[in-house]
């Protein structure tokens, strides 16, 4: 399915599911199973998501004493 490996590629983040109703869209209406099977076939995956880096410590301001 040349069509769904387009998709992935100009949408990375959408899944198999998501591509499937883009297609549907477009004229090519198709089952969930099949899509999954498809997608499979294609060795197509959604990257995974990157974690946030946390600032260092050292960088955060120090909380000033409160007072009385």
Do not use: D, T
Not at 23 to 39: D, F, H, N, Q, T
Not at 44 to 53: A, E, G, I, S
Request: proline fraction near 9%.
């Amino acid at each position: 399915m040349n069509r769904m490996a387009e998709l992935a590629a100009k949408h990375p983040r959408f899944g198999y599911r998501r591509v499937r109703e883009l297609l549907r869209r477009e004229g090519i209406p198709m089952s969930c199973e099949r899509a999954l099977r498809l997608w499979q076939k294609s060795s197509l995956q959604v990257p995974k998501k990157r974690r946030r880096r946390v600032p260092s410590s050292s960088a955060r301001p120090v909380p000033a004493a409160a007072a009385n």
